[in-house]
Nanobody, 125 residues
């Protein structure tokens, strides 16, 4: 059984940085794309970033492009999300997820089958 555990969330001010981590256990980590999603109160869960299993392909939502960076360490079964220049609009619960199928990247929620419990990120103005 695959388990994903996020950490690193917190309360920060606008312009600050945070790094989220997602530690995976079970399954074969390195062959699946890993993604980050977020959900703000009253809104749908939305795609943030994804990295392929090899790390050779990445993609970002337009709203975070240039500010967020996804990375992974397959030796540690961990994926990261470095978030810089945070804005109040980035406030949300952030989830990591593992893609269902082997492939480069995945953008839609239905393309992921394992999810973490989420970590809260709050950005004050």
């Amino acid at each position: 059984q695959v388990q994903l555990v996020e950490s690193g969330g917190g309360l920060v001010q606008a312009g600050d940085s945070l790094r989220l981590s997602c530690a995976a256990s079970g399954g074969t980590f390195s062959i699946y794309a890993m993604g980050w999603f977020r959900q703000a109160p009253g809104k749908e869960r939305e795609f943030v970033a994804v990295m392929s299993g090899s790390g050779g392909s990445t993609a970002y939502a337009d709203s975070v492009k240039g500010r967020f960076t996804i990375s992974r360490d397959n030796a540690k079964n961990t994926v990261y999300l470095q978030m810089n220049s945070l804005k109040p609009a980035d406030t949300a619960v952030y989830y990591c997820a593992r893609a269902k199928w082997r492939g480069p990247v995945a953008f839609e929620k239905y393309e992921y089958d394992y999810w973490g419990q989420g970590t809260q990120v709050t950005v004050s103005s």
